[in-house]
């Protein structure tokens, strides 16, 4: 059996076990303040206003706002794609075009058309259980009405890549390219155009402080001083890394004890979703031990940990954090508004839908 095929097995174990150690969340957090100094959030549990009959989730995976102003969240439940709600949380409509393995998603505008991007990691679910099956993933570009535009070929399809294609996240270039992250397979990053042509490929497995483990996300920060910068976790690593566009390493974020995703900027901050942590914060990995993390967008030091210990620096070095308060079982992404509130998507969290934190003013 192939090194690939036991890490793929070890992965669906690690799912299974997971999920039957999972409990409900009390509802007696609802409303509970958490975080820390300047970001000190109110959390909302029933933000969501949706049917689970006409709208399940399996994971609310990620979350973006599109030009209207609705908070679009992509999930892996085979009856819908993605699910729309209004930013107080009433349910829209769904998108369903049995893409599957819903994982991450883009919106953005390119000629007055308004696109969304669907990031099928591989990973896909039947409706009901928790029985993952590994196989291809795939990149589909849609426009936010649902119209499908047209499917982006795998590496393997390519013939540049022998493994299972199993990408995580997608972010578009000021060039209006994209870059895809295929954080569960070849940990490689793919730039095509909007057109479907391969560019180029970079990243990847190193032996050099360029190394990428579990590249789970990927972003863009157009207004870095040094130019604008890729910013990708290696998640195994409890790290974010920076690129440039061309795939040249820039710098590193330390996120001891934490395994984040990817960064979301806005206005003076960063944000991230952590979907584990160990125990004291140097201890094993545990399970439903994730938080939210709120870093200075200069300094890249971490101002805020809803759900988690609070960020202490000693010699300039951020010491190892973990989760203090059940909030939160995994962490997947999130989503911030212009008003600064956070709406978090979990993975392997009961079939629950996104939670809001409101800014605590």
């Not at 399996?58 to 992509?74: F, P, Q």
């Not at 669907?118 to 993933?137: R, S, T, V, Y």
């Not at 535009?149 to 972010?171: H, S």
């Amino acid at each position: 059996m192939s090194t690939h095929v036991l890490r793929l097995l070890s992965a669906s174990f690690v799912l299974l076990a997971a999920h039957a150690t999972s409990q409900e969340t009390p509802a007696s957090l609802d409303g509970l303040a958490i975080g820390h100094g300047p970001a000190r959030y109110r959390v909302d549990m029933k933000w969501a206003k949706a049917d689970p009959s006409v709208a399940p989730v399996i994971n609310s995976h990620a979350l973006a706002e599109g030009r209207d102003g609705r908070i679009y969240l992509v999930t892996d439940h085979p009856q819908n794609d993605f699910i729309v709600f209004e930013k107080d949380g009433r349910y829209v409509r769904s998108i369903s075009k049995g893409l599957g393995g819903g994982h991450g998603l883009e919106i953005f505008e390119k000629d007055g058309v308004e696109y969304l991007l669907h990031i099928d990691c591989g990973w896909h679910f039947a409706a009901e259980g928790w029985n993952p099956k590994a196989g291809q993933g795939r990149v589909t570009l849609l426009t936010t009405a649902g119209d499908v535009v047209r499917k982006f070929p795998t590496p393997q399809e390519l013939g540049i890549n022998e493994g299972k294609f199993m990408p995580c996240d997608a972010a578009y270039t000021p060039s209006g390219t994209l870059l895809i992250a295929d954080g569960y397979g070849s940990n490689f990053i793919y730039e095509f155009t909007l057109e479907g042509k391969l560019i180029k490929k970079w990243g990847g497995p190193t032996k050099d402080a360029a190394n990428l483990s579990n590249a789970h996300g990927i972003s863009i920060d157009a207004t870095d001083p040094r130019g604008p910068l890729v910013w990708v976790p290696s998640r195994s690593q409890s790290q974010i890394k920076a690129f440039t566009l061309d795939g040249t390493y820039v710098d590193t974020i330390d996120l001891p004890g934490a395994f984040a995703g990817q960064l979301v900027f806005r206005d003076d901050k960063i944000y991230t979703a952590v979907c584990w942590s160990k125990e004291n914060g140097t201890g094993k990995k545990l399970n439903q031990s994730g938080f939210v993390l709120v870093l200075d967008r200069k300094t890249k030091r971490v101002l805020s940990a809803p759900g988690g210990s609070q960020p202490i620096y000693t010699d300039g070095k951020l010491q190892p954090m973990h989760q203090t308060e059940s909030v939160f079982k995994h962490c997947h992404d999130l989503y911030v508004d212009s008003a600064g509130d956070i709406y978090v998507g979990e993975w392997n969290a009961e079939r629950r839908y996104p939670w809001k934190l409101s800014l605590v003013k």
